[in-house]
């Protein structure tokens, strides 16, 4: 009866383990959009003097699609990284603002400076539920056929960039 | 008088916001067919809500948009499709039963069918 009771012990421990490491396993926060083309579509622009930003603009090089916003703290942490990219001629930013004050926006990339190729803006935050966005910021690297390579939650790091990102531009 | 204009102060605000909240649609059968949707997607910035409980912002958007969506004549099947594609089957309230998510399903009944046995085990050992 003490072997029954050991195997029991064991295959409860065995499965104990599988379940927290299924729950710990990174796999379980990889994007769903992984390997999928990026939907098409077309965003506003956030002032008269520029265009707004449509899918075809990161069509034939490697991208970075951001979602941001002026209201994000996250996002204002994650802005000197942009400018850095943007000033060590990295890969060209393109950015989502999502639900923003354009007033209170346009002012703060006055001021702060703009990492931006191009910004949409997406006031229903109807392009933000197809790329399966959960909050502000992300980020995702775009293929030049237009297939999203990476994903990224959270206020991007010179690390990630570099690490992660750089890594699966093929040159 | 002055109490009266106090009153009015305060329910003031409240009207205002009701008249900017989300727009149903007008057919009867289409916003039900909406509100099911809602009820089936989880609001994934919340803990265990639906989308159709829930007062955040993302799940306001996913309201609006499932709207928009069956406004336009998309099937409920066809939007739930859309979801999953970009949020995964996490996105469900209640996920399918298939490879992915056994562990999910079946864990609690392994869970109890081995405590159950503990449980046998150990009354029989102390009954002898």
Redesign the interface.
């Known amino acids: 009866m003490r072997f029954i009771s050991a195997i029991l012990i064991f295959v409860s421990l065995l499965l104990i383990a599988v379940f927290m490491a299924r729950l710990g396993s990174p796999k379980t926060t990889i994007s769903p959009m992984i390997g999928k083309p990026l939907t098409e579509f077309s965003l506003p622009a956030i002032n008269s003097e520029s265009d707004g930003l449509t899918s075809a603009d990161l069509r034939g090089k490697y991208a970075i699609l951001n979602i941001f916003a002026q209201w994000c703290i996250t996002c204002k942490y994650e802005h000197p990284v942009l400018m850095q990219i943007k000033e060590k001629n990295g890969l060209p930013i393109y950015g989502v603002a999502w639900r923003d004050n354009l007033t209170k926006l346009n002012t703060w990339l006055k001021n702060d400076g703009n990492p931006y190729e191009k910004i949409g803006a997406d006031n229903d935050g109807s392009l933000i539920i197809k790329l399966g966005v959960t909050g502000a910021p992300e980020s995702f690297l775009i293929s030049p056929e237009g297939i999203v390579l990476f994903n990224y939650k959270g206020a991007l790091t010179q690390k990630v960039y570099e690490e992660e990102i750089l890594p699966l531009v093929k040159k | 008088m002055k109490k009266f204009i106090i009153l009015i102060l305060i329910i003031l605000p409240s009207y205002s916001f009701a008249l900017t909240a989300e727009e149903h649609l007008e057919n009867p059968a289409q916003e039900q067919q909406a509100r099911d949707i809602f009820r089936q997607i989880r609001c994934?910035?919340c803990s265990g809500e639906s989308i159709n409980d829930s007062k955040a912002?993302?799940a306001k958007?996913?309201r609006?948009?499932i709207r928009?969506e069956i406004d336009k004549g998309r099937s409920e099947e066809q939007i739930i499709n859309?979801?999953?594609?970009?949020?995964?089957i996490e996105i469900l309230m209640t996920p399918p039963v298939i490879k992915e998510t056994s562990?999910l399903w079946f864990?609690p009944i392994?869970?109890i069918l081995?405590g159950v046995?503990?449980i046998a085990?150990f009354f029989n050992?102390n009954n002898k």
Do not use: H, P, R, W
């Not at chain 2, 859309?82 to 995964?88: F, H, R």
């Open positions: 994934v910035v912002d993302l958007e996913m609006v948009m928009n859309e979801l999953t594609q970009s949020y995964g562990i864990f392994i869970a081995l046995s503990f085990y050992k």
